[in-house]
């Protein structure tokens, strides 16, 4: 039995070897057309989900829409569910590198691409927050995930919001990390003009310089890629935003053009707030008026 399970590992790290390499060749052949150094740094965090028990599946809830998730392999009844839902910066893969490992021995995990991320997409026109998140409860239901808590990050927070307004069922609790659900059309246009820019231009960016905005904006240290070089930054890019640029584009532009609710749902659910106090995308004022609106519901 010992000698089995032996053979087992073996077998896994050649056949993760043999990968890794046959991508490394296939990418050598055509260096200067792809963003390789990134694509195999992609390659390298996909193993490494796998090696945190995820397995990556791709649900398909119509013929317009698919979704691609990353799920715990063996379903333990004894742990609690998880969805992670990213923002912006990128794929889940890059997003919750340093969350999955340890999260991954406590939750059965549930990690999905939002459309146009990643490997979802979907031929639907349309952009707004409650799509996306009926996309993703009808993607958990068709892999068996009935109840499960939420933790999401920015532009993600918006659609883990609405999971959890319109699936009061099945969210139990949830977790909002710095998302700017409660601004008024005031503070926004305020925003915009501190910011300087249109928030696709710095969401979406096209140059290395507008990645290392997003950067600076994102992050409290301001030199996060200060001595990135410009090559690395532009296969960044390549990889994570040219794919669907125009879709991406046209969900930062629904959340900015759309009036801002004064009558914000409140959850039912237990919720916890995540901020960072020197934040200068969503100002710490906005975790204020959200605990506000949740402190109505304890009253």
Request: net charge positive; aromatic share 12%; glycine share 4%.
């Amino acid at each position: 039995m010992e000698s089995k399970h032996l053979w087992q590992l073996i077998s896994f790290y050649l056949s993760t070897t043999l990968a890794l390499l046959r991508h490394l060749v296939l990418h050598i052949l055509t260096l200067n057309q792809s963003p390789f150094i990134i694509k195999f740094m992609d390659l390298i965090l996909s193993v490494y989900f796998r090696l945190c028990n995820l397995t990556p599946c791709a649900v398909d809830l119509d013929d317009q829409t698919t979704i691609h998730f990353w799920v715990t392999n063996h379903r333990r009844f004894d742990r609690p569910s998880l969805v992670m839902i990213h923002g912006y910066g990128g794929n889940p893969l890059w997003q919750f590198v340093y969350q999955v490992g340890p999260l991954s021995r406590r939750f059965n995990l549930y990690i999905p691409d939002l459309l146009f991320f990643g490997n979802s997409h979907s031929k639907s026109p349309f952009r707004s927050e409650f799509f996306q998140a009926k996309c993703l409860s009808d993607g958990l239901k068709r892999i068996g995930v009935d109840r499960f808590s939420v933790y999401a990050i920015s532009y993600g927070g918006f659609v883990a919001y609405r999971m959890a307004e319109i699936r009061p069922d099945a969210v139990e609790k949830v977790a909002i990390v710095s998302s700017g659900l409660s601004f008024t059309d005031e503070q926004r246009d305020q925003q915009l003009r501190t910011i300087g820019r249109h928030p696709s231009e710095i969401l979406v960016p096209k140059k290395p310089d507008d990645l290392r905005l997003l950067v600076n904006l994102s992050t409290f240290k301001q030199s996060t890629l200060k001595w990135v070089p410009d090559f690395l930054l532009r296969q960044f890019i390549t990889l994570m935003y040219d794919h669907c640029r125009k879709e991406k584009i046209e969900l930062a532009d629904y959340l900015v053009k759309k009036k801002a609710d004064p009558n914000l749902h409140v959850l039912t659910q237990e919720t916890l707030i995540i901020w960072g106090d020197q934040d200068k995308v969503f100002p710490l004022e906005l975790a204020y008026n959200l605990q506000r609106k949740m402190w109505v519901r304890v009253r």
